[in-house]
């Protein structure tokens, strides 16, 4: 199946996405700060570069887009229908190292928390992040 767009549209796009400072991970920060966690952002010294590091408490967040690291289930993680031989073995890469890093990450005495992209949507938004809270809290007390 042939792209709909030509190569330097394409080329714009996939420039166009980022891989730190995304809409979902801002979410979070700004969510985070409001209710008084103090965070590092993304820590290159840890596994995974995780996006958000409570490093008081051995926490980690990583804030996923569920296309890029499919998301299991997930209505935006389908694999592209063109240039399957190249998005195939990417995402599968992505989520082979996702793994690798979160055993790393546990291994070294952290707890890890992974968010969704689709848990951040305004329907579920809300309560993404108060499950967050509950989490955290008794982390921290």
């Not at 996405?17 to 809409?23: E, G, L, P, V």
């Not at 998301?71 to 998005?87: F, T």
Request: glycine share 2%; hydrophobic share 35%; proline share 5%.
């Amino acid at each position: 199946m042939a792209d709909n767009h030509s190569k330097e549209i394409r080329s714009h796009n996939m420039a166009q996405i980022r891989s730190k400072d995304t809409m979902p991970e801002l979410l979070v920060r700004k969510f985070l700060f409001s209710n008084g966690f103090r965070y590092r952002l993304h820590q290159s010294k840890l596994p995974g570069k995780p996006d958000i590091v409570l490093p008081k408490f051995k926490t980690v967040i990583f804030v996923n887009g569920c296309f890029w690291h499919s998301h299991s289930d997930c209505r935006y993680a389908v694999l592209p229908k063109s240039n399957i031989e190249y998005w195939k073995p990417k995402i599968e890469r992505n989520v082979k190292n996702d793994l690798n890093a979160i055993d790393q990450l546990r291994n070294l005495g952290y707890t890890v928390i992974t968010i969704w992209e689709c848990e951040l949507k305004k329907a579920s938004r809300n309560n993404t992040l108060e499950n967050l809270i509950k989490i955290l809290v008794p982390a921290f007390s």
